[in-house]
């Protein structure tokens, strides 16, 4: 699993790691953003919990994720951006039975991620400068926790950036 905060570099590094060692990348903000094109049951609500700079139900997410594995020939998966929270963590453990191998958390400061982020022409929704603000501030106050919980179990593998 890779963590950071939006703009920190977790979609350019795991491009750079499945080229190298073949892992299956699932980006946890792709599959809701697939999601919310595909005008499905979750996609209206996804997208105004995103446009509101919060974080999307455990349990959307992490099925989302788990369909995506399970439809997947491999078996070695680079997940981006999840879990965020303590009840991601859990939920994610207690729905596919599996925690991470390890975890790469990119420790990039806010200002370098709200730059990236607005210097980034995805067009999306949430890269603005009011909802990225609003979004660095839910990922520093509820991330903490799960880094600190992979820290203590030696699963924590932190990059600077």
């Known amino acids: 699993m890779l963590s950071g905060g939006p703009g920190s570099g977790k979609g350019t590094q795991c491009t750079k790691i499945v080229n190298n060692f073949g892992f299956k990348h699932l ?20 997208l105004n919990t ?9 349990e959307v997410t992490v099925k989302l994720i788990q369909r995506e594995m399970e ?11 999840f879990p965020r929270t303590e009840e991601n963590r859990i939920a994610f453990e207690n729905i596919t039975g599996a925690e991470p191998d390890l975890v790469i958390f990119f420790d990039c400061p806010q200002e370098e991620m709200v730059k990236r982020v607005l210097n980034r ?4 929704v949430d890269d603005n400068i009011v909802t990225i ?3 660095l ?3 520093e106050a509820l991330n903490l926790p799960v880094i600190n919980y992979y820290s203590k179990r030696g699963k924590l593998y932190t990059v600077t950036v």
């Open 121 to 124: 022409n995805e067009g999306r």
């Open 27 to 46: 980006s946890a903000g792709e599959l809701l953003r697939r999601e919310i094109a595909s005008n499905s049951e979750y996609g209206a609500m996804i």
């Open 133 to 135: 603000k609003k979004r």
């Open 71 to 81: 439809s997947s020939d491999s078996r070695r998966f680079l997940i981006d951006g």
């Open 137 to 139: 501030i839910v990922f």
């Open 50 to 58: 995103i446009k509101e700079g919060k974080i999307v139900p455990s």
